[in-house]
């Protein structure tokens, strides 16, 4: 499964950047505090503050770190010589390679559920994380779409909306049954859906209709139509159909009351 590669370094600001990491992935932004991290690296909190006066200079610089690994992640995708198809399951496989390690969820959807919590320029930062992967996404979709390799209805950038926030979703519900394989199910279905060809009118009728569809040549309503519009437009009124002289015709018994009166 692939996964993201972090920048060597074990100094004590990327040992801070580290657990804080850890910790927003699996308590939240609101979660943890430099006593926490503190004692996990048994230093004193002063040294954190050292490092990171706040916690908003924290999580910007845990934001541009996360932001750079992701996207020197997707450039390995994009150099790779598999199609589109393979590409995008790579990338799934972003999600479930995090998924799988202590029931992390990915940073940026943890920090989004504390969105309106958060300092503005880090809101910032959580958008352009996403619209690296929209932008991402919709590359890989619309060259698949040009190879004829990957099949969906409306623009990329909606289907790449749709596949990232798919998959945020699906990992958010598998860790809640600390379930890495339901999330890896949802993501094959989700991915598959682009590989198989579209439903088409016919199909997605019911069975009845189906038949009659079949038979109806292409276009007959729309010509009943035109021809009742021609006839208004000649000044006569347009023909009425077999059925509906019926039922304007007086019944038989209803002649023979009218005489008798």
């Not at 996360?66 to 496989?93: E, M, N, V």
């Not at 799988?100 to 919590?117: I, K, P, Q, V, Y």
């Not at 190879?147 to 860790?175: C, H, I, Y």
């Not at 309503?221 to 347009?238: C, D, H, L």
């Amino acid at each position: 499964m692939f996964e993201m590669t972090k920048p060597a370094g074990a100094d004590t600001t990327q040992r801070i950047l580290d657990v804080a990491e850890r910790l927003v992935q699996t308590q939240g932004w609101c979660g943890f505090s430099y006593a926490d991290i503190a004692a996990a690296l048994d230093i004193r909190k002063a040294s954190i503050h050292h490092h990171f006066p706040t916690k908003a200079n924290l999580g910007r610089t845990l934001m541009a770190r996360y932001h750079a690994t992701f996207a020197a992640a997707l450039d390995q995708i994009t150099l790779s010589p598999a199609d589109c198809a393979s590409k995008l399951d790579r990338y799934a496989g972003l999600y479930s390679g995090v998924l799988s390690d202590d029931n992390r969820m990915c940073l940026c959807g943890m920090l989004a559920a504390d969105f309106e919590t958060l300092p503005a320029p880090l809101r910032a930062d959580i958008q352009a994380f996403f619209e690296l992967n929209e932008r991402w996404l919709a590359g890989v979709i619309s060259a698949g779409r040009k190879a004829k390799t990957l099949r969906f209805r409306g623009s990329p950038e909606v289907e790449a909306r749709l596949l990232l926030s798919s998959l945020q979703g699906a990992m958010l519900v598998a860790r809640t049954f600390g379930d890495v394989a339901r999330f890896e199910t949802v993501a094959r279905q989700l991915l598959g859906s682009l590989t198989r060809a579209p439903a088409g009118a016919v199909a997605s009728l019911p069975r009845d209709h189906k038949r009659e569809a079949k038979k109806r040549p292409e276009g007959a309503e729309t010509g009943k139509q035109n021809a009742g519009i021609r006839a208004v437009a000649r000044g006569r009124r347009p023909t009425a159909s077999r059925a509906s002289s019926r039922a304007r015709r007086p019944r038989r018994a209803e002649v023979f009351q009218h005489r008798a009166r």
